[in-house]
């Protein structure tokens, strides 16, 4: 007899696949055992359940058969009962992971809505043994490549640039809050609350000081892990980089931040912390500096902080934090620039000429200023990069003279400007106004060291020291730069401040201590006759410096970068030291008296043939990951081999 039970949406699909929706029709319901069955005799059960009396008493199995309908419908009822417990489940572990702020669990359940839908609506189970291609068109919902939609503009101009006659809108399938709820550090159990809040106060209260503020006066732990979980990597790998306590989870949060950065790569869903994040990591971390002040610039240009620069003359402060971000953006694409000997991808544009015009609107404040002098600064560097890019085999040519003295009065110019503006910080003390001077000293040796450019040995089967003649136009401009690397050292050696700010301080000053004493053991032992110079002093110098730089890694985290480029610089100088003095005099080098003293060195200077030109600033050629480098590093075999990329 039909019964008009309502039956479960799983039931109804699998009578639908057989081709008729209607209940079995049984005509004799078996009650009988298997074994009573075979016997031909009663079977007699209580309340109409096995087992039955005489199974029971003989202790022999009891099954009733019952017909294929009825197991495969009881089949499907138990696997939707299942199914609905599960769903319960699930429903009380996103509620818990609600309460306990765990995006990352809610993820797993995003889709439990839409699975409700499906059940609740009857929606066909595919049965055992159909196809699964019908169900799989029907039921699967495709990728999110209909996530963006393409939408004309109306508010398009004429004058307008060519691609903003179409405009990028979220469309049904893309989720706002898809951002809140990425998983972060502290999300996944990879650090602590607890130790989130010191490296984020750690970098907060002193390293962010050092870079002009990135984060801003409203940054705090819980609004980044919000926002982007990116920057909260990139925050508490630098803390932990420069914690004393907690240094052991550097590795675990640059671990968190590669992977970040690496899935994140092509993502068209950034923000402008996701910027400062990268901006922090390109400035501070030896192993993704030039990565990610790459990516920096492209999502910046993506948001377009550049064209915030227009609202933020006229009082806007949302333009003004954005224009404010591209010039942190600018300023890192440069230093990682310089340092890898590689074009910078910001160029000046109104945003960068107008830097000075910042300082005048109502929100600008005291970080502002330091941070439009570096503005400054480094676009003289890139000026000098774009003139005499990276061919370090070609001298500098008489044509090219005019060109270098307007960049040297340019820095005079800019070290004028600044070096009387800045008055003692809160936070980092007279480092604002010291800074000046090592930058301009650094843009200094790097401007002059063209000078050294096209000074080879004589080619030959066994090597000797350059000894080719400068240019007497370059006489000048050689002895500067020996005299700016020595005062960068000098300040090192005799300002305990900056001693003190040494694990703080950006990679930009890491790779100026090391680029000076590279410079000035190469130019006393490569290039003894071409400028005259004091020998001892200059040893002296680096000497002091490497002694500084041992006191300092020893309170430095394992994986700074100075803690490897300390004991490099001293098995340098001790080369160095080892080679028998090449001059007349004591302590001053000059050029060769004779071939035959020339001869009589070859052997001693050996070891210095790999130096090649130094003012090929890529330091990470032959060492990709500075993080790794041992105690044995050369650096000869960096400065010879490097090449721009």
Request: proline content about 6%; glycine content about 6%.
């Given at each position: 007899m039909e019964s008009n039970a309502p039956c479960l949406p799983g039931v109804a699909a699998l009578r639908e696949s057989f081709g008729d929706g209607k209940p079995p029709e049984i005509s004799r319901r078996i009650t009988a055992c298997v074994a009573c069955r075979r016997q031909k005799i009663k079977c007699h059960m209580t309340n109409g359940k096995a087992p039955c009396a005489r199974c029971k008493k003989r202790s022999l199995p009891c099954t009733v058969n019952r017909s294929l309908q009825m197991l495969l419908e009881d089949d499907i009822s138990w696997k939707q009962a299942v199914g609905q417990r599960v769903q319960r489940l699930e429903h009380a572990i996103g509620a818990v992971a609600k309460k306990l702020d765990m995006p990352e669990l809610r993820e797993l359940f995003g889709e439990q809505a839409e699975l409700s839908a499906m059940l609740g609506h009857g929606q066909r189970t595919t049965p055992a043994g159909s196809s699964s291609s019908n169900s799989s068109s029907s039921h699967v919902d495709p990728l999110p490549d209909h996530s963006w939609q393409i939408t004309v503009d109306p508010q398009c101009e004429p004058s307008s640039m060519p691609a903003s006659c179409i405009a990028q809108v979220p469309g049904a399938g893309a989720s706002a809050g898809n951002a809140s709820r990425k998983p972060h550090l502290v999300s996944k159990g990879l650090i602590s609350l607890e130790e989130?809040?010191?490296?984020?106060?750690?970098?907060?209260?002193?390293?962010?000081?050092?870079?002009?503020?990135?984060?801003?006066?409203?940054?705090?732990?819980?609004?980044?892990?919000?926002?982007?979980?990116?920057?909260?990597?990139?925050?508490?790998?630098?803390?932990?980089?420069?914690?004393?306590?907690?240094?052991?989870?550097?590795?675990?949060?640059?671990?968190?931040?590669?992977?970040l950065f690496t899935t994140g790569s092509l993502s068209r869903q950034h923000n402008t912390d996701d910027v400062r994040g990268l901006c922090i990591g390109g400035f501070w971390l030896s192993s993704l500096s030039w990565a990610s002040s790459g990516s920096a610039v492209r999502i910046a240009s993506e948001i377009q902080l550049h064209h915030a620069i227009y609202k933020a003359l006229e009082g806007d402060r949302d333009a003004y934090l954005k224009t404010r971000l591209y010039y942190h953006v600018y300023v890192c694409d440069h230093h990682t620039s310089v340092l890898y000997g590689r074009p910078p991808m910001s160029h000046e544009c109104v945003s960068i000429n107008s830097a000075a015009a910042l300082l005048e609107t109502e929100h600008a404040v005291e970080d502002d200023v330091r941070l439009v002098s570096q503005v400054k600064i480094w676009s003289v560097y890139g000026a000098i990069f774009d003139c005499f890019g990276t061919e370090t085999a070609k001298p500098v040519s008489p044509s090219q003279m005019p060109q270098l003295r307007r960049f040297a009065i340019a820095l005079d110019t800019w070290h004028a400007d600044w070096r009387e503006r800045f008055r003692p910080h809160e936070k980092v003390g007279n480092y604002p106004a010291k800074g000046v001077g090592l930058h301009f000293n650094f843009a200094k040796l790097y401007l002059c060291s063209h000078a050294f450019r096209g000074l080879h040995a004589e080619p030959g089967p066994e090597p000797e020291p350059a000894s080719t003649p400068l240019a007497p136009e370059l006489h000048e401009v050689a002895n500067t730069a020996v005299v700016c690397a020595a005062s960068i050292l000098g300040a090192l050696n005799a300002d305990q401040e900056v001693q003190l700010l040494l694990n703080g301080l950006s990679l930009c000053f890491d790779m100026m201590i090391t680029f000076a004493v590279v410079f000035l053991l190469k130019v006393v032992t490569k290039y003894p006759g071409t400028i005259w110079m004091d020998k001892a002093r200059i040893l002296d110098l680096v000497s002091q410096t490497v002694c500084i730089l041992d006191r300092g890694a020893a309170l430095m985290n394992q994986r700074h970068l100075l803690v490897s480029v300390g004991p490099a610089l001293r098995k340098l100088l001790q080369k160095v030291q080892e080679t028998p003095s090449t001059a007349s005099e004591p302590g001053v080098g000059h050029a060769p008296s004779s071939r035959d003293a020339s001869v009589s060195r070859r052997s001693e200077m050996d070891w210095v043939q790999n130096f090649g030109s130094f003012e090929d600033f890529d330091f990470y050629a032959m060492l990709p990951d500075p993080n790794s480098w041992s105690v044995d590093l050369d650096f000869g075999g960096v400065l010879d081999h490097a090449h721009p990329q």
């Amino acid at each position: 007899m039909e019964s008009n039970a309502p039956c479960l949406p799983g039931v109804a699909a699998l009578r639908e696949s057989f081709g008729d929706g209607k209940p079995p029709e049984i005509s004799r319901r078996i009650t009988a055992c298997v074994a009573c069955r075979r016997q031909k005799i009663k079977c007699h059960m209580t309340n109409g359940k096995a087992p039955c009396a005489r199974c029971k008493k003989r202790s022999l199995p009891c099954t009733v058969n019952r017909s294929l309908q009825m197991l495969l419908e009881d089949d499907i009822s138990w696997k939707q009962a299942v199914g609905q417990r599960v769903q319960r489940l699930e429903h009380a572990i996103g509620a818990v992971a609600k309460k306990l702020d765990m995006p990352e669990l809610r993820e797993l359940f995003g889709e439990q809505a839409e699975l409700s839908a499906m059940l609740g609506h009857g929606q066909r189970t595919t049965p055992a043994g159909s196809s699964s291609s019908n169900s799989s068109s029907s039921h699967v919902d495709p990728l999110p490549d209909h996530s963006w939609q393409i939408t004309v503009d109306p508010q398009c101009e004429p004058s307008s640039m060519p691609a903003s006659c179409i405009a990028q809108v979220p469309g049904a399938g893309a989720s706002a809050g898809n951002a809140s709820r990425k998983p972060h550090l502290v999300s996944k159990g990879l650090i602590s609350l607890e130790e989130a809040r010191v490296l984020f106060a750690v970098y907060q209260d002193r390293l962010d000081h050092l870079l002009y503020r990135i984060l801003g006066d409203d940054a705090s732990l819980e609004a980044a892990m919000e926002s982007s979980p990116l920057l909260t990597a990139a925050v508490c790998t630098v803390g932990a980089l420069h914690s004393a306590q907690l240094g052991h989870l550097y590795d675990a949060c640059l671990a968190e931040l590669k992977m970040l950065f690496t899935t994140g790569s092509l993502s068209r869903q950034h923000n402008t912390d996701d910027v400062r994040g990268l901006c922090i990591g390109g400035f501070w971390l030896s192993s993704l500096s030039w990565a990610s002040s790459g990516s920096a610039v492209r999502i910046a240009s993506e948001i377009q902080l550049h064209h915030a620069i227009y609202k933020a003359l006229e009082g806007d402060r949302d333009a003004y934090l954005k224009t404010r971000l591209y010039y942190h953006v600018y300023v890192c694409d440069h230093h990682t620039s310089v340092l890898y000997g590689r074009p910078p991808m910001s160029h000046e544009c109104v945003s960068i000429n107008s830097a000075a015009a910042l300082l005048e609107t109502e929100h600008a404040v005291e970080d502002d200023v330091r941070l439009v002098s570096q503005v400054k600064i480094w676009s003289v560097y890139g000026a000098i990069f774009d003139c005499f890019g990276t061919e370090t085999a070609k001298p500098v040519s008489p044509s090219q003279m005019p060109q270098l003295r307007r960049f040297a009065i340019a820095l005079d110019t800019w070290h004028a400007d600044w070096r009387e503006r800045f008055r003692p910080h809160e936070k980092v003390g007279n480092y604002p106004a010291k800074g000046v001077g090592l930058h301009f000293n650094f843009a200094k040796l790097y401007l002059c060291s063209h000078a050294f450019r096209g000074l080879h040995a004589e080619p030959g089967p066994e090597p000797e020291p350059a000894s080719t003649p400068l240019a007497p136009e370059l006489h000048e401009v050689a002895n500067t730069a020996v005299v700016c690397a020595a005062s960068i050292l000098g300040a090192l050696n005799a300002d305990q401040e900056v001693q003190l700010l040494l694990n703080g301080l950006s990679l930009c000053f890491d790779m100026m201590i090391t680029f000076a004493v590279v410079f000035l053991l190469k130019v006393v032992t490569k290039y003894p006759g071409t400028i005259w110079m004091d020998k001892a002093r200059i040893l002296d110098l680096v000497s002091q410096t490497v002694c500084i730089l041992d006191r300092g890694a020893a309170l430095m985290n394992q994986r700074h970068l100075l803690v490897s480029v300390g004991p490099a610089l001293r098995k340098l100088l001790q080369k160095v030291q080892e080679t028998p003095s090449t001059a007349s005099e004591p302590g001053v080098g000059h050029a060769p008296s004779s071939r035959d003293a020339s001869v009589s060195r070859r052997s001693e200077m050996d070891w210095v043939q790999n130096f090649g030109s130094f003012e090929d600033f890529d330091f990470y050629a032959m060492l990709p990951d500075p993080n790794s480098w041992s105690v044995d590093l050369d650096f000869g075999g960096v400065l010879d081999h490097a090449h721009p990329q």
